[in-house]
């Protein structure tokens, strides 16, 4: 089943065209990587997948919905999480209460009730914390659990949001750069946990760089170049395919 | 957070002693003063610390508060707690008319919306003769009373005050530890990441916008019942000012700040008595020291003070 379709994705800034109509579709249960040249409007495709950014052009479907006009908290709602590649941590939160944030869309008291301190208020926040606990656990955080966030190493930060977007319980996961600025031990690390949340039921969608972790553990790959899909495949054909080495690699190592 | 609440405990016998062993009226009326700054200054807090947004006209809204409760009960006659709804619930309306649309833009949109509202409702308050008595000011406003128990001396109307201080303070604690407070917090650092965990930051905005004007209003009631005569200096954009130096003096980033500051402008000019034309320039050096060499403000310093002691012992 189709979990996300997109299509005829347009954006520009100004005079440049970030993104020329691309078509993307995600399966669900499976993790699809999005690659690329720098520029070629991976990160732009996410913020509107997301809908931190309003898109020109196109369609996004979502589990058969059409959110492409939808603003961000919405589509939340619906169950799509995502992290960033410059990440957006709230600093002067603890782990913990970044992690239960993140679990916001399972809560529903409203702002009376929470001045009023109402039992389902005080109900709803410990459940909030039991799974985030329990997450952090998952996620070797623990130690950290009461530390200002903003304070840890960028790794253990990276490790922060992914535990606040899976708080969510999300049917899709967007990753944007999940490996950037991490070591390679911690690298293999994160491969064998995305790898993890598949078997859990997550459907995956990560844009990355570090080839090694993509073709390890994807099961499709889309190649944008110059806000155009150049290239699907699985790992294997991608590696093949030509026009995918010349993006990478230029002209004429691709010839050769 | 139990911290929190043991605290309020702490203040709550504070509040309710010192009317008794103050030494005269005179001081139970300052410390009556006192309560109504930290009311309004408690709104101001939420909105600024947690919501991350500067209200520079709060001062109109506090006299939204005092002149439609007031002009009620003087004019029409009204009983003064159905005046004082009203006065509430129509600073709401106005708030959220002019929180709606501004508070959707990233950036300080809301600061410059507020001191324009500021100062519109400080003209009408001047211009509105009929209603508001204009220059010279409204007369005739009605004292608070519980049948034949009228709160007309400073030490009952201390109580008064200083209960509705404490219950706007509980109010609060409760709901920064809520599920708002979360969504508060999370938007103060990131809009971006609050909003892709499903929070509407604007309507959080707006929410904690609209409180912050009530309990403005509120403050506003009860300076108008207690003092029965009214006039617009009062609610000028230097009050504006001196709310916004209170959360900066205090700590913008606990509530306790706007105890601290709200007690600590109160009392200032009680002390500057002679200098009564220089409290603007004093308010301009203390937001500029307090910014310079106590970020953290009042309790920020406690806090770290706080902590060396834990360190070294």
Redo the contacts between chains.
């Keep these: 089943m189709v979990v996300l379709d997109a299509r005829g994705v347009k954006k520009s800034f100004g005079g440049v065209k970030a993104l020329r109509g691309v078509d993307v579709t995600v399966q669900e249960g499976t993790i699809t990587a999005l690659i690329g040249p720098n520029g070629s409007g991976k990160t732009t495709l996410f913020n509107i997948l997301?809908?931190?950014l309003p898109m020109d052009e196109g369609k996004v479907i979502f589990m058969n919905q059409e959110i492409g006009s939808w603003?961000?908290?919405?589509?939340?709602?619906l169950g799509?999480?995502?992290t960033?590649q410059n990440l957006?941590?709230?600093?002067?939160?603890s782990v913990l209460?970044n992690v239960?944030?993140?679990g916001?869309?399972h809560?529903?008291?409203?702002?009376m009730?929470?001045?009023?301190?109402l039992p389902k208020?005080r109900g709803?926040?410990r459940a909030?914390e039991k799974k985030a606990l329990k997450l952090l656990e998952e996620l070797e955080l623990t130690p950290y659990a009461h530390v200002q966030a903003g304070e840890l190493p960028f790794g253990i930060q990276r490790k922060v949001e992914i535990a606040?977007a899976l708080a969510?319980e999300p049917r899709l996961l967007l990753l944007d750069e999940p490996a950037a600025g991490l070591t390679t031990k911690e690298t293999l690390a994160l491969a064998r946990f995305i790898h993890g949340l598949k078997e859990r039921g997550i459907t995956v969608f990560l844009v990355e760089h570090d080839m090694d972790l993509v073709m390890g553990i994807s099961d499709w790959v889309i190649v944008l170049n110059f806000g155009q899909k150049i290239y699907e495949g699985t790992p294997l054909a991608v590696k093949r395919e030509r026009t995918v080495i010349k993006a990478y690699l230029g002209e004429k190592r691709a010839k050769g | 957070m139990k911290r929190d609440y043991l605290i309020l405990l702490l203040v709550t016998l504070v509040a309710f002693t010192l009317p008794l062993i103050l030494p005269g009226d005179y001081y139970v009326e300052v410390f009556l003063f006192m309560g109504i700054n930290i009311l309004v200054a408690l709104g101001l807090s939420l909105l600024m610390g947690y919501a991350g947004q500067i209200s520079l006209g709060h001062a109109g809204f506090y006299g939204m508060g005092a002149y439609i409760s007031g002009a009620l009960t003087a004019h029409l006659g009204w009983p003064v707690p159905l005046a004082a709804l009203v006065a509430l619930v129509a600073t709401a309306l106005v708030a959220a008319l002019v929180g709606w649309p501004t508070l959707r833009l990233r950036g300080h949109y809301l600061a410059m919306a507020t001191l324009g509202l500021g100062i519109i409702l400080y003209i009408l308050f001047v211009q509105l003769k009929g209603i508001t008595g204009g220059a010279s000011g409204l007369s005739g406003i009605q004292p608070v009373h519980a049948g034949d128990l009228y709160l007309d001396t400073p030490r009952r109307y201390c109580y008064l005050v200083w209960s509705l201080v404490i219950l706007a303070f509980l109010f609060s604690l409760n709901l920064v530890k809520s599920r708002s407070g979360l969504a508060l917090r999370a938007l103060h650092y990131s809009e971006v990441a609050a909003s892709t965990l499903g929070i509407d930051v604007a309507k959080y905005k707006l929410q904690v916008f609209v409180f912050s004007c009530v309990l403005a209003a509120l403050g506003g009631v009860l300076y108008a019942h207690y003092i029965t005569f009214i006039s617009p200096e009062t609610f000028g954009f230097m009050y504006s000012i001196k709310l916004v130096v209170m959360i900066v003096l205090g700590g913008m980033y606990s509530l306790w700040g706007a105890l601290l500051g709200g007690a600590f402008l109160s009392l200032l000019p009680e002390f500057l008595h002679r200098l009564e034309d220089l409290e603007v320039m004093v308010h301009g050096l203390i937001l500029l020291m307090v910014l310079i060499f106590l970020p953290g403000g009042l309790t920020g310093l406690i806090q770290k003070i706080g902590e060396k002691i834990r360190g070294s012992s």
């Excluded at chain 1, 603003?71 to 709602?77: N, Q």
């Excluded at chain 1, 957006?88 to 939160?93: S, T």
């Excluded at chain 1, 809560?107 to 702002?111: A, E, H, L, Q, Y």
């Design positions: 997301s809908g931190v603003p961000a908290h919405k589509r939340a709602a799509i999480a995502r960033f957006q941590i709230f600093q002067e939160m209460e239960m944030a993140g916001f869309r809560t529903s008291s409203g702002f009730a929470g001045g009023l301190s208020v709803e926040m909030l606040r969510l």
